[in-house]
């Protein structure tokens, strides 16, 4: 027990470091031109990470959710979780109802000609231009919900993690963490700094990314008295959260990650920048798929 509670609290030091590197590096690209989201190392690094998500949500996440959801100790389950496309587009519906308010409300102001009739008076325009406006919301959306389905799944792992005490089981799972964190963290980042949002919400964006883990480790130390893997609650509730952040992870990593970089001009316009994302993609998926076999 001792030696397994020494692995944790390495594992709460070193998931957070990296972790934090991770998300921090591609917000420091004024530090480290290379990575600013016009250059061509940025969009490798962000395939590589987008790699990274996509093969945590089908190698890890997925395989748990369907473990749990499957297990003996449950009565016969039927469970699905299609719910990411609705939490996308509604929250870009959202954004758009939001800035399309702001522009109306600056666009027109109500005013009363010399018969005393309603017209519409054109003032100055206090809201963004939409068109302009469109790629930054789904920026946006895409940040909050990619970090929504990370969040998830962080405290369901670190929860797991701090509630074991096999320290054979915890010391793969705490590389694969923090090679997972690591990039994953870089995806994030990236979307993130795409989002450009204030200094207060980048802050509040990177300490929930960050602290997840760490926090679920914690957790599950202080409930490994009464925290059981195979209780029916355990299961169900694990295996939803799983289920959850698989879909959106999945989602996120193929639709709004790897699919629209690649059917972007950049890469299209540049034969040499595709194939290296592309193997930067591979590179991503397969070594956080190598790690499935040990975590």
Same mark, same amino acid.
């Given at each position: 027990m001792a030696k397994s509670l020494k692995l944790k609290l390495i594992a709460i030091a070193s998931i957070l470091i990296t972790t934090m590197v991770g998300v921090c590096l591609p917000l420091f690209s004024t530090a480290v031109p290379a990575l600013r989201p016009d250059k061509n190392l940025f969009s490798i690094v962000k395939a590589f990470a987008s790699?990274? =998500? %996509?093969?945590?949500?089908?190698?890890?996440?997925?395989?748990?959710?369907f473990n749990c959801l499957t297990s003996e100790c449950l009565p016969k389950i039927l469970g699905r979780t299609i719910a990411t496309l609705m939490v996308d587009s509604s929250a870009m519906s959202y954004y758009w109802k939001r800035l399309n308010g702001v522009a109306e409300g600056g666009?027109? @102001?109500?005013?009363? &000609?010399?018969?005393? @009739?309603s017209v519409n008076v054109k003032v100055e325009d206090q809201g963004p231009n939409n068109q302009d406006s469109a790629p930054l919301l789904r920026h946006r959306?895409? *940040?909050?919900?990619? @970090?929504?389905?990370?969040?998830?799944h962080s405290t369901v792992i670190g929860l797991s993690t701090g509630a074991s005490y096999n320290p054979c089981a915890i010391r793969p799972l705490v590389a694969a963490l923090c090679f997972h964190q690591l990039f994953e963290g870089m995806g994030l980042g990236g979307c993130i700094l795409q989002a450009e949002y204030g200094l207060k919400m980048n802050a509040i964006m990177v300490f929930l990314f960050s602290a997840t883990t760490p926090l679920g480790i914690v957790l599950g130390i202080?409930?490994? &008295?009464?925290?059981?893997? &195979?209780?029916?609650? *355990? %299961? =169900?509730?694990?295996? *939803?959260? &799983? *289920?959850?952040?698989a879909g959106l992870l999945n989602y996120m990593a193929l639709v709004d990650l790897l699919s629209a970089e690649f059917m972007g001009p950049k890469l299209q316009k540049s034969v040499r920048l595709q194939i290296q994302a592309d193997m930067a993609v591979l590179l991503g998926a397969g070594g956080m798929s190598l790690m499935a076999k040990w975590a």
């Open positions: 790699g990274v =998500i %996509l093969a945590t949500g089908y190698m890890h996440v997925l395989p748990d959710s666009d027109r @102001e109500k005013g009363r &000609n010399r018969d005393g @009739e959306v895409v *940040a909050q919900v990619l @970090e929504l389905g990370i969040v998830v202080g409930s490994s &008295n009464v925290y059981s893997d &195979n209780s029916p609650t *355990a %299961l =169900i509730v694990v295996g *939803a959260l &799983n *289920a959850s952040s």
